[in-house]
């Protein structure tokens, strides 16, 4: 850890695995298959990591960035050899469990894709506060980036640089759209910042995108109550939004929960530019795919502790 600054006070990311108290469940409607889908939410034992299991098909998928089959507009789960067994739009859902800080669980769907519910992880994180978290027995190992990783498509990119004691996020974007127009944030994701910075975030598109969207058979659950419609100047919703950089909070959200099929919390600085689901995770197939990148951080008590606690929240600057 030399030549790290001690004088940065650190929060370190849960390190003690976490499941759920209770199992608690929902329904609600895809957002591209429109279709009514029932979510449970299981407590699991150590070690299991996040399974989403398909109670109509008698499948199980491991919440992971090698079991990804789509990112075209939302982060697709599946097995190879079962190509009817998918699950999609895990990011929010898995954005709220990386976020509060939950190792293992089980969930179960009887239907395709998750429940979009408002367009944001805020319906998730409250059934997760409903069911509660307890701690379990074994410390959670911890992926620490050793270099840099860098995946790019035109101006996009994402990367992960080293960085051992937290998980340091920075998302910027630019959109023609002035409504958006260009936002950045940064934040250092703890449980906290999770819930006050970014689970509220909601999707949005363009106006013009969903006519198409409809014409190919997606979005076909999506209305004004689970994305922010973006219009030029305009956000077509009544109530407009809710914060005036809700949209690369919710880019931040995306990536939370894209990055989180990594399989375990990241050690590392994450810098995304104009990045979504495709990047994010080619960008976890890159940091994986040699394994000089990486290494796992086995047990907490090999970290400093720092006596501080929270740094205040970088913030934010907002480029619109
Ligand atoms: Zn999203």
């Known amino acids: 850890m030399d030549g790290l600054p001690q004088t940065i006070p650190l929060q370190l990311a849960p390190t003690i695995q976490r499941t759920l108290k209770s199992a608690i469940g929902c329904v609600g409607v895809g ?16 070690g299991t990591g996040i399974v989403f299991r398909r109670t109509d098909l008698g499948v199980d998928i491991q919440a992971r960035f090698d079991h990804v089959i789509e990112t075209r507009l939302c982060t697709v789960l599946g097995l190879p050899d079962r190509p009817d067994a998918r699950v999609g739009t895990v990011e929010h859902l898995m954005a709220a469990l990386a976020g509060a800080g939950v190792s293992n669980a089980i969930v ?9 519910h408002d367009g944001s992880a805020a319906s998730a994180l409250f059934l997760i506060d409903c069911a509660g978290i307890v701690e379990q027995t074994e410390f959670a190992p911890a992926i620490e980036v050793l270099r840099p990783v860098r995946v790019e498509n035109g101006e996009a990119f994402a990367e992960l640089r080293p960085f051992p004691l937290a998980f340091d996020m920075a998302m910027s974007i630019a959109f023609d759209a002035a409504a958006i127009g260009r936002q950045a944030l940064t934040l250092r994701l703890t449980p906290e910042s999770f819930r006050a910075e970014l689970a509220r975030a909601r999707t949005f598109t363009l106006a013009s995108e969903v006519s198409q969207m409809r ?3 997606l979005a076909l659950g999506g209305s004004l109550d689970n994305a922010v419609v973006v219009d030029g100047a305009k956000v077509l919703n009544p109530a407009g939004l809710r914060m005036s950089d809700e949209f690369v909070r919710h880019k931040l959200l995306d990536a939370v929960g894209d990055l989180a099929l990594a399989g375990a919390p990241l050690r590392a600085r994450f810098v995304g530019h104009r990045t979504g689901h495709t990047l994010n995770n080619r960008l976890l197939c890159a940091l994986f795919a040699d394994e000089a990148n990486w290494r796992l951080q086995p047990a907490v008590e090999a970290l400093p502790r720092p006596a501080a606690t929270v740094r205040p929240r970088e913030r934010v600057k907002a480029v619109a």
Do not use: K, M, T
Request: charged content about 15%; overall charge negative.
């Open 108 to 116: 179960e769907l009887d239907g395709p894709e998750v429940p979009i």
């Open 215 to 217: 014409a190919a058979g």
């Open 31 to 46: 957002l591209h298959s429109g279709q009514r889908v029932q979510v449970q939410l299981l407590p699991a034992p150590v």
